[in-house]
């Protein structure tokens, strides 16, 4: 059995943080917004402390493997800091050097729930791995949270046993 | 059946910008100032023709040497994305932030209609004269007046709005009430990283992120009943197509109109100051791009000299510029070598008074003054003048200093 994993595109809910209301784009929500319940919201506005469902990128981040030569295709490897297992003891700088780069997810929106939880609850109702594009995700791959470590644990919450989340 | 090819509007497209924590992490953008034509991205190559001696005439390859990224990004931003992208062109630690003046609450609840409001405190507001607030800040209520200061009363204290208005939104108790941030910015010495997504026709087309941009050059222009309109030109080290597009969000305040701008030249707000029709000010951070190590893309970008150009289109009244710039001043009547100098002060404030931008070049030298062609065309003679921003030889430090007030509270 495969890892329940959040694709990229995978609506989460994450809490606006930014200093002034700003409004979503109607194309862009295709009026699909939903709160913090999944209840569909009928006002584009966002408020300071507002929670609003967005893409599991754009909240915990994603991570990518490149060829620093340039010679062959990045690998995506999912959605927060994800590190292939040959490379878990590797320090970031020697990650790096191999390619490695994290992206960090919106400063403007923190996440309601800590990677692990969100993909406990949002993953199962995803597509699985296997159902990804060939070349995006890896299995057997160790997880590290992005911006929702802050209140991640250092529990393992592998279902297979192939992959841990870290604080 | 015939099969149709799969088109995509040329408008589906966002420009995003996320300020990054570090060189060499990019970050999902929070800022999508609202493009407008001219905007672009560019992927660019050097590539090499690799001529062997196979015995034949015929090219064998082409090698790429490097892979560069860059764009333009035009737009009329608003109050708050105008900050985010003068920080991003000034420099790292270019913002001087002040905390708003005053920061109080309402000591009752106000209704709609009222032509004053009850604080908790006027901290910031006891100076004669009167000050723009914002209530209600980022809630469905916002609201900015115009107060009449000091507001009476030893708390709590009663504040009259300005010129006989009356508030437009009900109001808590408790309701936030403050002036404006203010941001000073002048250029620094190098700036940080900032990643640009650019989104053409989303996933159906591509979603290009670059990453560890810099600001090669910005353009802050408008002319008369236009726009206050910025053309950004940034580069970047490398991109990657991303899988998911990112989620637009929209500053809803309005942009900055060219009507809303009050003139100080060469320390006169009357003259020349009064007919200006058009104006540009250019700041060019003159990227180093030629920091290419092991890998195809640049190793990083740094900021090299700053330069700032001011260019102004003038309604011509008198001969004055043109003496000025050719003949060492108003009353010169031959060639001189002494550049005629001044400054230049233009402050925006739009019509809630709330949000301001000002730019101050306070040493200018004017360098072209272009004699205009006669025409025959019954219409007036404009004046095309030239001038570039100095240190005053170190008596300034810097070129550009612009002050934003808006509603970021915290640095850029």
Known sequence: ?167 | MATLIVAIREDNAYVGIGKQSQGGTAIAPSYFPRWLDGSNIQLDIKAEDVWEGDGSRRLSLIIKNRQEVKGKLVVAPRPNELGFLEAAAQGAGSDAFTAPAASTTLAAAATAGQNSISLTADTGLTTSGSATVIIDPGLATEEIVTITTPPSGAGPYTATLANGATLQQAHASGATVETAATHVMTDQSDGNFYSFEVSLGGTAGIILRARDCKIEQIKRSAKAGGLLTYEVDWQGVATIAQPSASTVTLEPHPPFLYTQGVWTLDGSTTGDALAIESFDITQKNNLDTTIQTEQLTLATLIFGNVTLDVGLNLVMQSGDRIAETYFGGASGTTDAQALATGSVQLVFTQANAFFVVTYDVPALTYTKTEPPAPKKDGKAFRLAVAASSTSDMGANAFLLQTTVANSVSSAY
Do not use: C, W
Not at chain 1, 36 to 44: Q, Y
Not at chain 1, 64 to 93: I, N, T
Not at chain 1, 101 to 121: C, K, M, Q
């Open chain 1, 1 to 167: 059995m495969s890892t329940p994993r959040l694709t990229p595109d995978q609506r989460v809910p994450a809490r606006y943080t930014g200093s002034y209301a700003v409004r979503l784009a109607h194309r862009d929500i295709n009026g699909a917004i939903k709160d913090e319940t999944g209840a569909l919201r009928n006002n584009t506005k966002v408020r300071p402390g507002d929670i609003v469902h967005l893409r599991a990128h754009e909240v915990y981040g994603a991570s990518y493997l490149f060829d620093p030569r340039g010679e062959r295709d990045p690998q995506f490897l999912g959605v927060g800091k994800v590190v292939l297992p040959e490379h878990a003891q590797l320090s970031d700088a020697e990650r790096a050097a191999l390619g490695y780069e994290h992206h960090e997810g919106r400063s403007d929106f923190e996440p309601v729930y800590p990677l692990e939880d969100a993909t406990r609850r949002f993953a199962a109702a995803a597509e699985p791995v296997s159902a990804a594009p060939a070349d995006s995700v890896k299995p057997d791959v160790s997880v590290k949270t992005g911006k929702g470590s802050r209140a991640a644990t250092t529990e393992s919450t592998a279902q297979d046993g192939s992959a841990s989340h870290e604080e």
